[in-house]
């Protein structure tokens, strides 16, 4: 099969290998279409290696029909339309998944949408529900709201119906978020959302961070008492210089930092149970909806790429595969 390779000098390219062999407890996806994500990048870097034992191939999530299938998939059949999460090895022409971890694609998507949904609607899942708690008509603030984890939590928040804030780095940006239905859109390159907040008189009940750095004390400055923080990355940098322990125990702030792609096979299936309980008929009905910037062919791998880096998009960017 074709894959995409990477080498020390970050350099794309197109190779040959064997097509992956499944266990029992296996499935094997011939990919339509690929989900490009910021992990994707940095594996490409050098700075976030494929869990050990699991494929160094780029690429977390794929959509396709199903090819081969282990002993235990009884409820699935060979060409069933799917989309998943997977540890590695996306950027191929297959890709083998857990049984479990399958999802079903739902019936008026197309592969694109279902190589939106799987990695930015489960961790925006996870970090508002699974982890925070959330619970209807609070207040929730979510950094980065134009991005792909962004706008799937802005829509799961609006779901059961809470207050959305969010922050941005463009006009175009902010009208986007209003459109998918936040109720308040900072531009952070012209206002400071700490000075915003304290004026409205808001705090937050939870708040979704992909900054960290400075951003770290200016969150607990506007968390909400008993709120939670839940920090997935860190594009502000590592680093909080003088966090004020002091105000985080006045609010009881509850901080967190999680990852999914390097969680257990048990954490996900459980975590993709729990979501296609609650929300997978939202698919269906055209409540929750993929938002999707710009669809690549493949061998455009570079340029969507360099999409991402520069942050210019709104939503998802996918690779289709010959």
Known sequence: MRYIAFNKEQELSFEETEIPTINDDECLIKVSAIGVNRADILQRQGNYPAPPGESSILGIEACGELFALG????????????LAIVPGGAYAQYVKVKTEHLIKLPHNLNYVDGASIAEVFLTA??????IANLQPKTNVLIHAGASGVGTAAIQLAKYINCHVTVTVGSEEKCLACKALGADEVINYQETDFVEWSKKAGRSYDVILDVVAGEYVNKNINVCALD???????????????SVDVAKMLLKRV??????????SDKYKSQLIK?????????????????????????QEVDIAHHTMLSNANIGKLVLTVD
């Open 71 to 82: 002993k235990s998939a009884q409820n699935w059949q060979q060409g069933d339309k799917v």
């Open 125 to 130: 899942y996870q970090c508002l529900f699974t």
């Open 227 to 241: 709120g939670h923080i839940v920090m997935l990355s860190m594009l502000g940098g590592r680093y909080a210089e």
């Open 254 to 263: 509850n901080m967190h930092a999680t990852t999914l792609r390097s969680r």
């Open 274 to 298: 729990d979501f296609t309980e609650n929300f997978y008929h939202c698919f269906e009905s055209g409540s929750l909806n993929p938002v999707i910037y710009k669809n690549f062919n493949w």
